[in-house]
């Protein structure tokens, strides 16, 4: 029997493991409507299991990716908006699995905090749990950890890792030629890079988040933390149905930067800015700080959150199962001999 003494307690230094217990139980539901074949245990455990036969391979290879959601975060806590952000974490990394043909089957998640605040942290988790069921991986482990002094009162950090898999010999980028064609598919806005400057932006124009949207309905703050586009089921569908030579997920370093990760040497892309018209919210960025389409298109997705590239040959009938999707396709350009991305037309 432990001896019976009224010391401090853990409570007493700011961590609170009955709050810790609380969450798991509360959000053991959410993760529980991702559980798909393959999962062999569940949330609790020192570690999760996951079998790779049971979900369908034969000679899998896997391929694994970790990302955040970067300094968007700032606004959802400002504003307590916090369900959003989950499935923005999901989507940075499993919208980057699917760029080497890889189907993601379960992910992970990291959540710190200085003071635990279980209602709020439920819902950020639910969002993650949200964002897995929507692009069919199991939410299959993680990790809350409450730490006192390294985090200001209410502020919060999170983290994800994705695993996925495909047959040997399937990895993405491969095929790519000149002549390939570049389907774009739509954003939902800024996604989860650039929100550095796109505060900064809002410091300029000197609107508070809860100010009325300047190009839409209900507050900046809302509008802006519209979450993250997932296009794995689509991509995944648009792969195995042949033709698709490699995808670019359109993050940090926007059109400029991303595409070229694609394309082998020798290789660049001719790309039209009249294929598509940028969203309201890329105007209003542009406008407030007077950018530049080149600090544009290297800084933000612009409103094409995925790119395909695709036989030439294969390109219509890729379109028509992207469409199939719900997609609106935008035809953007095409692969050519040379290097680096030249852009036709203007974008603003």
């Known amino acids: 029997m432990v001896a019976g003494k009224n010391g401090i307690t853990y409570a007493d230094a700011g961590v609170d493991i009955d709050a810790g217990n609380a969450l798991v139980e509360r959000i053991k539901p959410a993760a529980k409507r991702t559980v798909r074949p393959g999962v062999m245990s569940g949330l609790g455990g020192f570690g999760a299991l996951f079998d790779l036969k049971a979900a369908g391979y034969s000679d899998p290879v896997l391929v694994a990716a970790t990302d955040g959601v970067g300094t968007k975060l700032r606004i959802a806590i400002d504003t307590g908006e916090v369900d959003g952000v989950g499935v923005d974490l999901v989507a940075m990394c499993v919208n980057d699995l699917v760029c080497q043909g890889a189907e993601p089957l379960f992910f992970l998640d990291y959540f710190a905090t200085g003071r635990l605040e279980t209602e709020k942290a439920a819902r950020i988790i639910e969002g993650i749990a949200k964002g897995c069921e929507l692009s069919g991986c199991a939410l299959i482990g993680g990790e809350t950890a409450e730490m006192p002094g390294m985090y200001p009162d209410g502020d919060f950090d999170l983290a994800g890792f994705a695993v996925g898999a495909i047959e040997r010999g399937c990895d993405l980028p491969s095929g790519v030629a000149a002549g390939d064609v570049l389907l774009g598919l739509a954003s939902d806005g800024v996604h989860s890079n650039g929100y550095s400057l796109v505060r900064k932006l809002v410091d300029i124009s000197g609107l508070g988040w809860d100010s009325?949207?300047?190009?839409?309905?209900?507050?900046?703050?809302?509008?802006?933390?519209?979450?993250?586009?997932?296009?794995?089921k689509q991509a995944l569908s648009a792969v195995r149905s042949g033709g698709v030579h490699a995808l670019a997920h359109i993050t940090g370093g926007g059109l400029t930067e991303n595409l070229p990760r694609v394309l082998p040497d020798g290789l660049g892309v001719d790309i039209d800015l009249n294929a598509w018209e940028l969203p309201d919210v890329f105007k209003w960025l542009a406008t407030t700080g007077d950018m530049a389409d080149a600090e544009m298109l290297k800084t933000f997705n612009s409103g094409i959150g995925m790119i395909l590239v695709?036989?030439?040959?294969?390109?219509?009938?890729?379109?028509?199962?992207?469409?199939?999707?719900?997609?609106?396709?935008?035809?953007?350009?095409?692969?050519?001999e040379g290097?680096?991305?030249?852009?036709?037309?203007?974008?603003v």
């Open 310 to 336: 695709v036989g030439a040959a294969e390109a219509d009938r890729v379109q028509s199962v992207l469409s199939a999707h719900g997609e609106k396709v935008f035809v953007l350009g095409h692969v050519r």
């Open 339 to 347: 290097e680096g991305v030249h852009y036709e037309g203007c974008l």
């Open 212 to 232: 009325p949207c300047p190009w839409g309905e209900g507050t900046l703050g809302a509008a802006l933390l519209t979450p993250t586009r997932l296009y794995v």
